[in-house]
């Protein structure tokens, strides 16, 4: 790699070195136009709890003159020009609370007495804390509508997007350049960081001076000028053929689309070169550079000054999020919660935000401060009407309203009696620099903000920005984050389906639903479309007391139920599957089970009762009867032995005989989704569909008998378990399945099955997380590359850390508090990534869910004969109830998917209990006469 060498061309400006030593930014000499502060403050913030405490940085840097270095002493009492006139007719000297205003008066505008012309001029440009107050209101007003999506375009605040999002990190690396448009020059630096926490880059600029006609030329000249600078600097400091990245600062008003895309709203300034406005000036210059063949050079970056600025305050070790500009124009930019910036998508996180605050007052909001001085100097300006804020307190404009406020005097004969004043006639007589030697401008600043916000606490600094480093800095956290989101994309893409995709995904469903049903395909297809001898959903007729048993999830439970006129009533006991019964012999698992059942009664006193008993059983079985199921695999966790291939009924009649408890009448196996629609058949008659996203994920539907091609008998509709779950294990998914799943499919004790169910339900979606995240650590993505083992133990991230860090409004310290529990030390972008990951997953487990419903319902919108399908989906399940956007985003994407079904989703309170009986009731109910 070449390392820029130190350039033996002598200072090409009168006097001051152009070249920076290398090395030291200590000893750097200060360029003199670049002076301002850094205020630190805090910011108590009621949105995100436990900011409280931590200190915010707010930079405000003076540009073009140098403001501090040239204060006077404390000699002036550091009061206002006005300072006579106020103490004699201002009552405002102390706040509300009786503070004393600080070392200096606040003047007061409205019923001035008597006076002499000049305490009258002075006290008009003196504004009281009062209408300062008002201002900062409308101020307020006028930010909070330029945030906004519906008022931004009409906004004199324009509050614009600047897509810088992060603050470096230290891990930046490599070489940066940077351009500088300046009124008067072009400023070129050329950076290396070292990936050191950057504590020594090496700096080299050069000031370039601009033909002063240039503001006015065509634009192609001014971008062909500053590629020029460019490639002149480049040439000296010897040629670099590798790739560099580079930051273009350019201080006006750009519409911007990304951190390297930027239209130009409109010049300012005393620029106004043509064919520029409504472009995108990055592009511009990346053209102009391209046509002195420097390919090498890519404009990453473009930056307002203010951002530079702030940005250059961050490194220093405390994060600065605000920073002000006042120099030729003026201007702020600060850190705002980025869904607060509603014209940019993203709401993860926080963006800078470009106040453009100059034209705040062009709709007349400043009417009652702007004195007659003002308005002069408005009508003489170029752009009379415009940047009404700018032109109070920007350095272009300050000289010339002391110039007419000093001429009305003198024409009101109140000063320079007889003498002659035609040489304040002219234009620009006064400097500004003039103006501010007389004033301790940043004092007073920091004491009227302390005044009209008590409530924050800032101490102004000089910025330390005197060199262009900041901006540089922003280029190589740019660089970054660049590559970064790139490699992130990359990893994330096959994980973000497409809408083609999904209406793969639902076609092949069809697909397999109608193997399933099939009686010659069933054997082959992945979703085994079971018939469960349910054949109607609940009338509000059933009557009678049950019991109910609850196994395939993470509890098992036993109850009675009560099916009565007046509604259902249930108690309801919770046991315990140890792992070594799931997994031992299925001897022992029933046995368990019946011992269970003993308790219960027992406790219940229902031992001397035999009431029908309704088995929730949920995993798949070929049932040959209600009461008669063989099963056919097991899932989510359960491997007991010799279960598979045996009626699960006649194991549990044969554990009860072994516990000799013989009053024990099982009169139906139902899956956990078809008591999940028949519970919320009972309200809805319109439920023909049960949907089960929880532990593992699976479908029931109302089917034509006629269409079921495994089962006798033509008349009427069967409740078909879908076990939709192994959809995809004949391979149909492959396409669909990442890496990430074939890890966690692997790790699992029934790997290469129920491939649908690994997408979508709480038993993997953690997983399928953790295994991301370990590939991101891995490509130093995340946690700075810092392995933690912790992450590296299987299920130590659940599913309901999904739910929690995708809450909406969370704070993102909550979700480094998640990650800070797995021992990982997760940044603000860290965790910003960490909940994009969480998103990504999620997003896709409801898509997927959504494609799978989208084909039952379409399905039974044809099997009808319906143009359109009113139909109620019954459904249970922890992730389905508790993820913050699982639901809505599986109704809007199945809405999308199947436009002629109007689908309404109904949550099951206890389906697997209430289900079960109202199963076992229906059953009794077509048997009794
Ligand atoms: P089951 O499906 O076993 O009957 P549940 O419907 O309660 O039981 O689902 C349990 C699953 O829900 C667990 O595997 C867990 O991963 C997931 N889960 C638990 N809490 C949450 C939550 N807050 N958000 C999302 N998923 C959760
Ligand atoms: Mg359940």
């Known amino acids: 790699m070449s390392s820029p060498r130190r350039p033996s061309s002598q200072p090409s400006r009168g006097g001051r070195a152009p070249w920076s030593p290398r090395g030291e930014r200590g000893r750097l000499p200060p360029v003199s136009r670049c002076v301002g502060m850094v205020m630190w403050g805090q910011q108590p913030s009621p949105a995100a709890p436990g900011l409280e405490d931590s200190l915010c940085a707010i930079a405000v840097v003076g540009r073009s003159c140098a403001l501090y270095p040239r204060l006077p002493g404390r000699d002036g009492g550091g009061t206002l020009p006005s300072h006579d006139a106020a103490q004699t007719s201002a009552p405002c000297g102390r706040d ?94 050329f950076v290396t960081l070292l990936g050191d926490g950057n504590q020594s880059p090496q700096l080299m600029y050069k000031i370039f001076d601009m033909p002063a006609d240039m503001l006015q030329g065509t634009g192609e000249a001014l971008f062909d000028f500053i590629a020029q600078c460019v490639h002149k600097f480049l040439e000296e400091i010897g040629s670099l053929q590798h790739r560099l990245p580079l930051g273009f600062v350019f201080p006006f008003s750009c519409r911007q689309t990304g951190l390297g895309k930027a239209e130009l709203i409109s010049w300012s300034k005393g620029f106004q070169c043509s064919d520029v ?50 120099g030729t124009g003026t201007n702020s930019c600060f850190m705002a919660e980025a869904e607060l910036v509603e014209v940019v998508e993203e709401s993860n996180g926080r963006m800078c935000v470009n106040s453009e605050w100059g034209c705040f007052g062009d709709d007349g909001a400043l009417g009652d401060v702007l004195t007659p001085y003002d308005h002069r100097v408005d009508q003489e300006s170029s752009n009379p009407g415009e940047r009404r804020f700018e032109k109070m307190v920007g350095g272009l404009y300050l000289g010339e309203i002391v110039r007419h406020a000093v001429l009305m005097l003198a024409a009101e004969q109140a000063l320079f009696v007889g003498a002659s004043t035609s040489v304040l006639g002219a234009k620009d007589a006064f400097k500004t620099q003039q103006v501010l030697e007389i004033m301790e401008f940043g004092e007073i600043l920091q004491s009227v903000a302390g005044l009209l916000a008590p409530e924050c606490t800032a101490t102004l600094v000089p910025s330390a920005d005197t060199n262009g480093l900041g901006v540089a800095m922003v280029t190589a956290v740019a660089q970054r984050l660049l590559t970064q989101r790139h490699e992130v994309e990359q990893l994330l893409a096959p994980l973000r389906l497409s809408r083609a995709d999904l209406e793969r995904v639902q076609a092949l469903m069809r697909q397999e639903m109608e193997r399933g049903l099939g009686r010659d395909s069933n054997a082959n297809a992945s979703v085994r479309m079971l018939p469960t001898y349910v054949c109607n959903t609940p009338d509000g007729t059933e009557r009678g007391d049950f019991l109910a048993l609850d196994l395939g999830g993470t509890n098992f439970r036993v109850l009675v139920v009560r099916v009565m006129q007046e509604g259902i009533h249930m108690a309801s006991e919770i046991y315990v599957v140890p792992t070594s019964v799931m997994q031992g012999t299925g001897e022992a698992l029933f046995d368990h089970i019946v011992e269970c059942i003993m308790d219960f009664q027992t406790k219940q006193n229902l031992m001397e009762q035999v009431l029908p008993l309704s088995f929730t059983f949920s995993f798949p079985c070929q049932q040959l009867g209600l009461d008669k199921a063989v099963l056919l695999t097991w899932t989510k966790g359960f491997s007991a032995s010799g279960c598979v291939g045996q009626d699960v009924v006649q194991l549990l ?54 269409n079921v091609g495994t089962v006798e008998g033509d008349e009427g509709r069967m409740c078909i378990n879908m076990e939709w779950g192994a959809f995809g294990d004949n391979g149909c998914l492959d396409d669909i399945f990442t890496t990430f799943d074939r890890m966690v499919d692997e790790k699992t004790i029934n790997a290469g099955k129920q491939r649908f169910e690994k997408l979508i339900s709480g038993m993997y979606l953690g997983e ?6 370990l590939a991101m650590v891995d490509k130093q993505l995340l946690f700075r590359g810092k392995p933690s ?63 799978g419903l989208a084909a039952v319902v379409e399905k039974m919108r044809e099997n009808r004969g319906l143009a359109q399908l009113a139909i109620t989906v019954g459904v249970d399940g922890t992730l389905y109830k508790m993820h913050p956007h699982f639901s809505q985003n599986l109704q809007q994407l199945l809405q999308d998917l199947a436009p002629n079904c109007a689908v309404t989703f109904l949550q099951s309170e206890d389906g697997s209990g209430k289900g079960a009986a109202l199963v076992a009731a229906v059953a009794c109910r077509e048997t009794s006469p």
């Open 96 to 189: 509300a609370e009786g503070r004393a205003l600080g070392s200096f008066q606040l003047g007061h505008q409205d019923n001035i007495p008597s006076c002499t012309p000049v305490q009258r001029a002075l006290m008009l440009l003196t504004p009281s804390l009062e209408k300062l107050q008002a201002v900062k209101c409308r101020m307020l007003e006028a930010m909070d509508k330029g945030l906004s999506r519906q008022t931004h375009a009409q906004a004199t605040v324009r509050m614009l997007p600047t897509f810088v999002c992060s603050t470096p990190d230290g891990t930046e690396k490599g070489d940066f350049m940077v351009v500088e448009l300046c009124q008067s020059h072009v400023r070129t630096l």
């Open 277 to 326: 406005e409504g472009k995108d000036v990055v592009q511009l210059l990346q053209a102009a550079i391209n046509k002195l063949e420097l390919y090498h050079v890519q404009v990453i970056a473009l930056l307002n000054d203010t951002v530079g600025t702030m940005m250059a305050s961050s490194w220093g070790g405390k994060p600065c999020e605000i920073a002000l500009v006042t």
């Open 653 to 706: 009649r044969d554990a009860a005989q072994r516990k000799q408890h013989v009053a024990l009448k099982v009169v139906a196996v139902v899956n956990d989704t078809v008591g999940t629609m028949m519970a919320c058949g009972y309200d809805d008659p319109k439920c023909e569909i049960g949907l089960i996203v929880g532990t593992g994920t699976n479908a029931c539907y109302m089917e034509e008998r006629k």
């Open 768 to 773: 399928i997380v953790r295994h991301i995240l």
């Open 789 to 851: 083992l912790k992450l590296q133990t299987r299920d130590i991230f659940q599913t309901k850390f999904l739910s929690t860090i995708e809450t909406d409004g969370l704070a993102l310290q909550q979700v480094q508090g998640i990650l800070r529990d797995l021992e990982l030390d997760a940044s603000f972008e860290d965790s910003v990534l960490v909940r994009e990951v969480c998103q990504t997953v999620s997003l896709r487990a409801a898509q997927l869910c959504a494609a």
